[in-house]
């Protein structure tokens, strides 16, 4: 893996879910760690439930090994987030892992 192809920052961010007074559970996402990764888009998907357009957008991302890291958490670039849909540790080595993510938009 070459180091400067990892010109992206990401923000991993973990599940949080906490109880307010009314009982209700409320989820949160907190800030795990800050990384630096390589982003590849994969592809669109449009899909169409109750008259809403949904596009789904599949990204893969590549950073350094890190064991912390699991399919509960999402990540933020920039204003956009990510959910982690898959997690491939590269030839099992525990060097690098691709992180692969999608981001769903609405439009009514």
């Not at 064991?67 to 060097?95: A, P, V």
């Amino acid at each position: 893996m070459i180091s400067t192809r990892l010109n992206t920052l990401l923000t991993i961010q973990k599940k949080q879910i906490t109880t307010n007074l009314y009982g209700e559970q409320i989820v949160e996402y907190i800030e795990h760690i800050k990384i630096y990764a390589s982003k590849e888009y994969l592809k669109e998907e449009v899909k169409y439930i109750s008259n809403n357009n949904h596009s789904i957008f599949y990204t893969k991302f590549r950073i350094r090994y890190n064991d912390t890291i699991n399919t509960n958490m999402r990540l933020k670039h920039k204003d956009k987030h990510y959910d982690i849909k898959q997690i491939e540790n590269i030839s099992n080595k525990n060097r690098e892992l691709f992180l692969y993510a999608s981001e769903t938009l609405s439009n009514v």
